[in-house]
């Protein structure tokens, strides 16, 4: 029987309590995302000036997501 932990997707869902704007994203087993407000980040958070351009790497693995603040983040 295979681990049902390590083949489901979790999700981050965030959401701009001023504007209403939302994002979802799953989050894959054995990938690593970074947030930001940049354009280039795997999960882009523009409307929030609190978050930094590049200001975390979040891993997925063993059914949990590590967040790893990057040195560029406020």
Not at 55 to 72: D, P, Q, W
Request: cysteine-free; charged content about 25%.
């Amino acid at each position: 029987m295979a681990d049902q932990t390590t083949n489901s997707v979790l999700s981050l869902t965030a959401s701009s309590p001023d504007n209403g704007q939302q994002l979802e994203q799953p989050l894959r087993p054995g990938h690593t995302y970074l947030i930001g407000r940049d354009a280039t980040a795997d999960i882009v958070v523009p409307w929030d000036a609190k978050i930094s351009r590049r200001h975390a790497k979040l891993t997925v693995r063993n059914g949990s997501v590590e967040v790893e603040r990057l040195e560029s983040a406020k």
